[in-house]
């Protein structure tokens, strides 16, 4: 029996400012695809001590000749179906610096999923082959010993120039590794393996000819988490006090029905700064998605005014009091 819970994910900012949010005037163009909208501050209660985790560094500008790099991202539920597509574009006169696409699989083992070639994927028609980020427990699906296996790809090279545009760009996803793939409503049929979660792209970009240089930093794991609550602090370089901007991947979010559960937040200390968050609401081609969730999400949230001039890092919570999910990436704009 799936387990449905109150989520809460907590966000613990080194040198906070103000709680008013200002978006950034480019980013401003392009809203991902499951950024809720904005909900006004509410005290909160404080989160509960957190288990700290890690969660491996995947690219960084940082070692990029010194520039404005901003980002995109969205996603999309792949549960029971295993194709979809993420629209995904760049703002205008910016240039593409690096595209990533993410994805999370469950299976009997990490060795089962390698068997159902988990780690293929085809994105606008051509095959990717990703590399394996980690491997966890189950969000409380399958039998005993079933696992999740993170998986991302470098796809720059696929997605070139096309995604800068007035319009949005549809990005194919298919022949993910699914084991059904007719839209079934998970909650009510035998769970088969494989089962994919769902997908993320993320886009960096540069911004020609603008100050004060930004930086991105994209992380990967593959922890799951059911009851209490899992952190992990990001360092960066000194923040320029401009376009802060945080997307938490997180698979197996879901909802009870067509109402929101109750006390669902996303939390920067005490203060809520978006009241449901995590709960599937990526899009999805599985029959059910929209009143029951996608099992996916991959909201962005603006920080720029939290987040202190000169701060150098940042600690993230996630609390889950009895649902189970997997915490499979992390971009940060500093």
Same mark, same amino acid.
């Given at each position: 029996m799936r387990r449905y819970a109150?989520?809460?994910?907590?966000? +613990?900012?080194?040198? =906070?400012?103000?709680?008013?949010?200002?978006?950034?005037?480019?980013?401003?163009l392009v809203a991902t695809q499951t950024a809720g909208?904005?909900?006004?501050?509410?005290?909160?209660p404080v989160p509960s001590v957190a288990r700290k985790i890690s969660m491996t560094l995947l690219y960084s500008t940082n070692d990029l000749p010194a520039a404005r790099?901003?980002? +995109?991202?969205?996603?999309?539920?792949?549960?029971?179906?295993?194709?979809?597509?993420?629209? =995904?574009?760049?703002?205008? !006169?910016?240039?593409?610096v690096k595209a990533l696409l993410f994805w999370d699989v469950l299976d009997a083992t990490?060795?089962?999923?390698?068997?159902?070639?988990?780690?293929?994927?085809v994105l606008d028609g051509v095959r990717v082959s990703g590399t394996k980020i980690a491997s966890g427990a189950s969000p409380c699906w399958g039998p005993t010993g079933e696992v999740n296996v993170a998986y991302y790809a470098d796809v720059t090279t696929i997605i070139g120039n096309s995604a800068t545009g007035t319009e949005w760009l549809g990005n194919t996803i298919s022949g993910a590794a699914s084991g059904l793939t007719n839209g079934e409503d998970p909650w009510t049929t035998t769970f088969t393996n494989p089962a994919m979660e769902g997908a993320s792209l993320v886009f960096i970009y540069s911004v020609p000819g603008v100050t004060p240089t930004t930086n991105v930093n994209i992380y990967g794991s593959a922890v799951e988490y059911s009851g209490g609550s899992v952190s992990f602090s990001a360092t960066f370089p000194a923040h320029a006090a401009t376009n802060a901007f945080v997307t938490p991947i997180i698979a197996d979010g879901q909802k009870q029905g067509i109402s929101q559960i109750p006390g669902q937040?996303?939390?920067?200390?005490?203060?809520?700064?978006?009241? +449901?968050? =995590?709960?599937?609401?990526?899009?999805?081609?599985? !029959?059910?998605?929209?009143?029951?969730?996608? =099992?996916?999400?991959?909201p962005t949230f603006d920080i720029t005014a939290a987040l202190a001039t000169g701060a150098t890092t940042a600690t993230f919570t996630i609390s889950a009091q009895s649902d189970c999910q997997v915490w499979t990436g992390l971009a940060i704009q500093t």
């Open positions: 109150l989520i809460a994910l907590a966000i +613990v900012l080194i040198g =906070l400012t103000s709680v008013a949010f200002m978006p950034s005037p480019l980013q401003g909208a904005s909900q006004g501050a509410v005290t909160g790099y901003e980002y +995109v991202a969205a996603g999309m539920g792949l549960r029971d179906t295993g194709y979809g597509s993420i629209n =995904l574009r760049l703002p205008l !006169s910016t240039t593409l990490a060795a089962a999923a390698g068997t159902h070639s988990a780690n293929l994927i937040a996303f939390m920067m200390g005490v203060i809520t700064l978006q009241n +449901v968050t =995590l709960n599937g609401a990526d899009p999805s081609m599985q !029959s059910l998605a929209q009143r029951k969730g996608s =099992l996916w999400d991959s």
